[in-house]
C-alpha cells in the first residue's frame, strides 16, 4: 500500500516567515514528486514538482528531496496571506496515477 | 495545461436518486481521472477512464455505483447511482499532463439529503 504521510496541521506562520511544509513517502520506487496548492473550495492546483534529490527553486517556492530518508518538502519564503491553502504531497511511480497525501493547510497571519 | 469544465457545480439531490457529472477538456487527452475529496479529506481515485475501453476502478468502487463513460478524447461522465447522505463530496475530474503532473477541474460539489 503506498502511503504518502503529511501533518494535516494547521501550520501558522506569520507574514514575511519561511513557511515549511513536509512529507514522507513509503513507497521507495517513486520517481516524481509534487506539490499541489488547494484553496478552501476549489480544485488543487499544481505548483512543484520534482525528481531529482536536492532543492528545486521556482520564485518564493523551493522544493527538497531526500530519496533516502523518503522526504520531501517545500519551502515557502516571505510567506503572504494568499499563500493560506492546504498544500497537498503527492507520489508518482510510472503508472500515471500519483498518490496523494491529506494534505497540510497553512495560515500565514498578518 | 488543459483547460477542464465540470457540469454541474454544485447540486442537492434526494436519497435513492442519481446524479450525472460532465467533465469537458479544451484538448484531447488519453487518460481522465475521477476523484472524490470529501471533507477535510484527500484526494480518493475512483477510477481512470480511457477512451474506447472500460473504465478501470480503484479497490471499493464498483461500475453499478459510478458508472463512466468517454465517448471521446475531450469527454467524460461520472454517474454516482442511488445515493445516500455518504455520497455527499466534492467530485473532481482531471487529467494527465507531463510526467504525472495532473490538471484538475473545478469540482462538483454534491449534497445527498
Known amino acids: 500500500q503506498k502511503e504518502v504521510e503529511q501533518n494535516s496541521g494547521p501550520l501558522s506562520v506569520p507574514e514575511g516567515a519561511i513557511a515549511s511544509l513536509n512529507c514522507t513517502y513509503s513507497?521507495?520506487?517513486?520517481?516524481?514528486f509534487f506539490w499541489y496548492r488547494q484553496y478552501s473550495g476549489k480544485s488543487p492546483e499544481l505548483i512543484m514538482f520534482?525528481?531529482?534529490?536536492g532543492d528545486k527553486e521556482d520564485g518564493r517556492f523551493t522544493a527538497q528531496l531526500n530519496k533516502a530518508s523518503q522526504y520531501v518538502s517545500l519551502l515557502i519564503r516571505d510567506s503572504q496571506p494568499s499563500d493560506s491553502a492546504t498544500y497537498l504531497c503527492?507520489?508518482?511511480?510510472?503508472?500515471?496515477?500519483?498518490?496523494f497525501g491529506r494534505g497540510t493547510s497553512l495560515i500565514v497571519h498578518p | 495545461s488543459a483547460v477542464i469544465s465540470q457540469k454541474p457545480s454544485r447540486d442537492i439531490c434526494q436519497r435513492g436518486t442519481s446524479l450525472t457529472i460532465q467533465c469537458q477538456v479544451d484538448?484531447?487527452?488519453?487518460?481522465m481521472f475521477w476523484y472524490r475529496q470529501q471533507p477535510g479529506q484527500s484526494l480518493t481515485l475512483i477510477a481512470t477512464?480511457?477512451?474506447?475501453?472500460?473504465?478501470?476502478?480503484e479497490s471499493g468502487f464498483v461500475i453499478d455505483k459510478f458508472p463512466i463513460s468517454r465517448p471521446n478524447l475531450t469527454f467524460s461522465t461520472l454517474t454516482v447511482s442511488n445515493m445516500s447522505p455518504e455520497d455527499s463530496s466534492i467530485y473532481l475530474c482531471s487529467v494527465d499532463g507531463r510526467e504525472e503532473t495532473q490538471y484538475f477541474g473545478p469540482g462538483t460539489r454534491l449534497l445527498v439529503l
Open positions: 484538448s484531447q487527452v488519453t487518460m
Open positions: 520534482i525528481y531529482s534529490n
Open positions: 503527492a507520489t508518482g511511480g510510472g503508472s500515471y496515477i500519483p498518490t
Open positions: 477512464a480511457n477512451q474506447g475501453s472500460e473504465a478501470t476502478y
Open positions: 513507497d521507495r520506487g517513486s520517481q516524481s
